[in-house]
């Protein structure tokens, strides 16, 4: 299994980016998805999770409390890639941001650990 994100970048404050990670490697069917980001000194949190609930609407979608409002994750199932909507930048979002999947679709997709595969990271930097 592969993943490729991509859509960091340098913006001001105020501004938006999109990242997109795209899976690959085989076929997917059941999996949770989710964002992560690491700024220098601090450990890995998380940020937002797609997730199979196995419900009539098959997803569902969970936000840290920092960024809820101002995130929003969402899939391209026929693509196999997830987006990650960020709108209203701070300067405290700046960090790497990584993509993962959990193929065990399980229910703490808030920890790192949960995760079988993680992508190389994108860079998003908020200036003042």
């Known amino acids: 299994v592969q993943l490729q994100a991509s859509g960091g970048g340098l913006v001001q404050a105020g501004d938006s980016l999109r990242l997109s990670c795209a899976a690959s490697?085989?076929?997917?069917?059941?999996?949770?998805m989710g964002w992560f980001r690491q700024a220098p000194g601090k450990a890995r949190e998380f940020v937002a999770a797609?997730?199979?609930?196995?419900?009539?609407?098959?997803?569902?979608?969970n936000y840290a409390v920092s960024v809820k409002g101002r995130f929003t994750i969402s899939t391209n199932n026929a693509k196999n890639t997830v987006y990650l909507q960020m709108n209203s930048l701070k300067p405290e979002d700046t960090a790497v941001y990584y993509c993962g999947i959990d193929l065990e679709v399980s229910n703490r997709y808030d920890l790192a650990g949960a995760y079988d595969y993680w992508g190389q990271g994108t860079q998003v930097t908020v200036s003042s």
């Open positions: 490697g085989r076929t997917f069917s059941h999996y949770n």
């Open positions: 797609i997730t199979w609930t196995g419900g009539s609407t098959g997803v569902s979608t």
